[in-house]
Nanobody
Framework: VQLQASGGGLVQAGGSLRLSCAASGRTFSNYVMGWFRQAPGKEREFVATISKGGGNTYYADSVKGRFVISRDNAKNTGYLQMNSLKPEDTAVYYC???????????????????WGQGTLVTVSS
């Protein structure tokens, strides 16, 4: 499956952005999806994940209550709604997908086989 992330940009602290992850090549509903981010000078970290059908989600503590992951399998697209953004949310955001055999969702980036190219989110103070 090929993934294309979009929706990044510059936003003031407290603002919102919605990232999209368009999937192609395979049946999107067969894949667990996740979002990760990499801030300047830091390692890539887990943000959120969602099960194949969308019924189960899991978030990093740093974004819980502010970000919402969702998916529309009919549109082959996943989303990350980011609210109450903080300067520390500044990073390149990546979407990822994996067949996830036996898993409702996946938080470990090493388990993901497919990655989008990343989209930059910059939050100004």
């Amino acid at each position: 499956v090929q993934l294309q992330a979009s929706g990044g940009g510059l936003v003031q602290a407290g603002g919102s952005l919605r990232l999209s992850c368009a999937a192609s090549g395979r049946t999107f509903s067969n894949y667990v999806m996740g979002w990760f981010r990499q801030a300047p000078g830091k390692e890539r970290e887990f943000v959120a994940t969602i099960s194949k059908g969308g019924g189960n989600t899991y978030y990093a503590d740093s974004v819980k209550g502010r970000f919402v992951i969702s998916r529309d399998n009919a549109k082959n697209t996943g989303y990350l709604q980011m609210n109450s953004l903080k300067p520390e949310d500044t990073a390149v955001y990546y979407c990822a997908a994996d067949i996830g055999l036996g898993a409702r969702f996946i938080t470990t980036q090493a388990r993901y086989d497919y990655w989008g190219q990343g989209t930059l989110v910059t939050v100004s103070s």
